[in-house]
């Protein structure tokens, strides 16, 4: 497997007030599939976090007041910037994440949705004429309300969309007029360093965006800072829940963990439903926090859906090269990954579960891997696996099986395949999710509807309207006018 590492330069330095500033340090980024370095990672401190605060205060005070029309115009600059530059943005993904190449390039396709979407919303200023004469004490006044940035946004991203998701926080920055500064994951930063790039050639003002990779204990640095307005975090909710703790005074949206189960009754469509299932389970070598992770089967085609899903995967979920169009399955992120993993699927099979594919790995790769008889109280069905694999379980009522879904401590998303409407809608009153996908697996998304979880999955909501109402507050104006 041939490493592209000798085409893509290192970072130069961190981008805090539209410069590049050199620290200290530099670290290797390795390519999973390869372990080969990729490049090098600028690598800040505190110091260059209070730097990124002073550089974006600094620009928000400009920033808070530029017209719609501006936001908007550059938007779409950076969203033509990263849809002239998809085969680098694809490439460089692939080598720092391991995913594959199709799903890489799909990324970068949403990206510019993302930024797309943000410029449109940019142009519509949320806000309301109140009626204050509804009641007799608002005799002869009028009110209005809409909506005023809240200032600096702490963002913190995550390894597995290394592109999409910094999107998912500045989009919305830039569409509301609030200034970002960014810390992404420390395993695959490159892609952000190729933004900042973009993000400077198209006009965004000095210190609007500042990109700051450090070390995980360093970024909590900013987290309850007085100075930060909105910590938007995504990632693990150990991690996330202990940053709302700390957060203090600060807003917080959190996209966190799920184990996203999928219902298939008996009147599903499984030509569709099949390969939508093994896509939503394993690629991306499941390492997504609304991969399909538990699948519950009607009953009455529990034998034929089983044996059709190992056919297909067999077929055609294929593990390898990341740069292989046909892979399906690349490497996970690291060694202690595949441990995790390998160790719930071992606890699995010690307490009576059964391995009926997979199971195995190689380096970093790991065999898609279905397990039956799992109970729903095994590790490998109530915490997050963020791994190829998934459990295949059986319910005879409907009822039961949705009452399952939702006995988990997390709510993300989940899907439901079934051709009846009322079941359908009984689901969407039912499940204790965000998102519920009829017909379709809770991977999918589209970067305009609102996306977020509840219990142990998140707080707050994301999907690029849904963000620049988070990153945003609302303020009155009423007028005596009688």
């Known amino acids: 497997m041939e490493s592209d590492a000798s085409s893509l330069k290192p970072a ?24 080969e370095p990729v490049g090098l990672s600028a690598m800040g401190t505190r110091v260059h976090l209070d730097l990124a605060v002073a550089a974006a205060q600094r620009a928000f005070a400009v920033s808070r007041r530029a017209p719609p029309y501006e936001r908007a115009e550059l938007l779409l600059r950076i969203a033509e910037a990263v ?18 190449v199709t799903l890489a390039e799909a990324e970068v396709k949403r990206a510019v949705h993302t930024f797309t979407v943000a410029a449109e919303e940019a142009r519509r200023v949320a806000g309301e004429v109140l009626s204050m004469e ?49 810390k992404p994951a420390p395993k695959t930063p490159l892609t952000a360093w190729m933004l900042a790039e973009i ?4 006009g965004v003002p000095p210190g609007q965006v500042n990109i700051v990779t450090c070390s995980n204990e360093d970024a909590g640095h900013l987290v309850g800072d007085p100075r930060v307005a909105m910590t938007s975090f995504t990632g693990s909710p150990e991690v996330g829940w202990k940053i709302k703790e700390r957060s203090g005074r600060q807003k917080v949206t959190l996209e966190l963990g799920g184990n996203a189960a999928v219902v298939v009754h008996e009147d599903a469509d499984l030509d569709f439903g099949i390969p939508a299932i093994a896509s939503g389970a394993f690629s991306n070598a499941g390492q997504s926090c609304i991969s399909v992770q538990r699948i519950l089967v009607h009953r009455p085609i529990y034998a034929q859906f089983r044996q059709r899903l190992l056919d297909h995967v067999a077929r055609a979920v294929v593990v390898g090269d990341p740069q292989d169009r046909r892979t399906v399955v690349g490497p996970m992120i690291d060694s202690q990954a595949v441990t995790r993993a390998l160790d719930l699927i071992r606890g699995a099979v010690e307490g009576g579960a059964r391995v009926i594919a997979g199971g195995t790995a190689q380096g970093l790769f790991l ?5 039956e008889e799992v109970s729903d109280a095994m590790p490998i069905c109530s915490q997050e696996a963020f791994a190829p694999v998934v459990n295949l379980q059986v319910y005879d009522r409907f009822e039961d099986a949705l009452a399952r879904v939702n006995d988990s401590r997390f709510g993300l998303q989940a899907g439901l395949f079934t051709r009846d409407l009322t079941r359908a809608f009984q689901a969407f009153e039912t499940l204790e999710v965000g998102g519920v996908l009829i017909n379709n697996v809770p991977t ?17 909501r994301e999907g690029v309207r849904y963000a620049m109402e988070e990153m945003t507050e609302i303020r009155s104006m009423i007028i005596r006018h009688s």
């Open 134 to 182: 509804a009641f007799g004490s608002g005799k002869g006044h009028q009110g209005w309300a809409r909506r005023f940035p809240v200032g600096i946004v702490y963002g913190i991203s995550p390894f597995n969309f290394p592109l999409n998701l910094v999107a998912h926080k500045l989009a919305p920055c830039l569409a509301t007029g609030n200034a970002l500064i960014l």
């Open 83 to 100: 849809e002239r530059r998809q085969a680098e943005l694809s490439r460089l993904i692939v080598a720092e994440s391991g995913k594959p």
């Open 199 to 202: 993000l400077g050639a198209a």
């Open 12 to 35: 130069a330095g961190l981008w805090i007030g539209g410069e590049w500033i050199s620290p200290p340090q530099q670290v290797a980024v390795l390519n999973p599939a390869t372990g």
């Open 444 to 460: 999918f998304r589209v970067e305009n509807m609102p996306y977020g979880g509840i219990k142990a999955s998140g707080f707050g």
């Open 367 to 371: 065999n898609p891997t279905i397990l």
